[in-house]
C-alpha cells in the first residue's frame, strides 16, 4: 500500500530557530514529491522534487529529495509566527496518477 | 495565477438533505480532484476527474457522486447528506498531461451536517 509518513506531527519553536521536517515515502511509480503550506485555508504550494541531491530555495524555505532513501526534509530557517501552519508533503505516482498524501506536520512559531 | 474557488466557505445541512458543492478552476486544467480533510486522517481522495465527463473514483467515494459537464467545473453531490460526512472539502486542478504535477486548490468548504 503506498503511504507518506511526516515527522513530526507537530512542532512549536520560537522565532528565529530553524526547523527541518521530515517526509518518507514507499510508493510504486513514485514520480515527482510535493511540498505544500496550509494555513486556515487552502495548501498553497512551495515544491516539486523530481531529482534526487537537488536543493530546491525559496527564501527561507529549502527542500531536497532522496530517491534512494526514499525521503525528503524541509527546511525553514530564522523561522517567523506567519511560518505557522501545517506543512503537508505528497507523493505523485505515475502509474495511478495519485496523490498521496502525507497527515501533516504542524508547525506553530511563536513570538 | 490559477485559481480555483468553490461555492461556499461555510455549509449547514440537514441529515438526509442533497447537498452539492461546486468547483471551478479558470486555467483549463484538465484534472480535477475532490477531497475530505479531516484531523488526523489528512486529506482523503473521493473523486477526480481526467476529462469532461470522465471520473474516477478515489479511496473513500462512498455516500457521494461527481459531475463534471464542462471543463471548468467539477460539482461533489451527496445525495443523503450524513453526519459522518461533516468535514472540510477540499477542491484541486492540476494541469496534467506530464507537463507538471502541482496540484491548486481551492479555498474549502466546511461543511457541517447536523
Known amino acids: 500500500e503506498d503511504k507518506v509518513v511526516q515527522s513530526p506531527l507537530s512542532l512549536v519553536v520560537h522565532e528565529g530557530d530553524t526547523v527541518t521536517l521530515n517526509c518518507s515515502y514507499e510508493v510504486t511509480n513514485f514520480r515527482s514529491l510535493l511540498w505544500y503550506k496550509q494555513e486556515k485555508k487552502a495548501p498553497t504550494f512551495l515544491f516539486m522534487l523530481t531529482s534526487s541531491g537537488i536543493e530546491k530555495k525559496s527564501g527561507r524555505l529549502s527542500s531536497i529529495l532522496d530517491k534512494k532513501e526514499l525521503f525528503s526534509i524541509l527546511n525553514i530557517t530564522a523561522t517567523q509566527t506567519g511560518d505557522s501552519a501545517i506543512y503537508l508533503c505528497v507523493a505523485f505516482t505515475s502509474g495511478t496518477y495519485k496523490y498521496i498524501f502525507g497527515t501533516g506536520t504542524r508547525l506553530k512559531v511563536l513570538a | 495565477d490559477v485559481k480555483v474557488t468553490q461555492s461556499s466557505r461555510y455549509l449547514v445541512k440537514r441529515t438526509g438533505e442533497k447537498v452539492f458543492l461546486e468547483c471551478v478552476q479558470d486555467?483549463?486544467?484538465?484534472?480535477m480532484f475532490w477531497y475530505r480533510q479531516d484531523p488526523g486522517l489528512g486529506l482523503r481522495l473521493i473523486y477526480f476527474?481526467?476529462?469532461?465527463?470522465?471520473?474516477e473514483k478515489g479511496d473513500i467515494p462512498e455516500g457521494y457522486s461527481v459531475s463534471r459537464e464542462k471543463k471548468e467545473r467539477f460539482s461533489l453531490i451527496l445525495e443523503s447528506a450524513s453526519t459522518n460526512q461533516t468535514s472540510m472539502y477540499l477542491c484541486?486542478?492540476?494541469?496534467?498531461?506530464?507537463?507538471?504535477?502541482?496540484?491548486?486548490f481551492g479555498p474549502g468548504t466546511r461543511l457541517t451536517v447536523l
Open positions: 486555467m483549463d486544467h484538465e484534472n
Open positions: 484541486a486542478s492540476s494541469l496534467g498531461g506530464g507537463i507538471t504535477d502541482t496540484q491548486y
Open positions: 476527474s481526467y476529462d469532461v465527463k470522465m471520473k
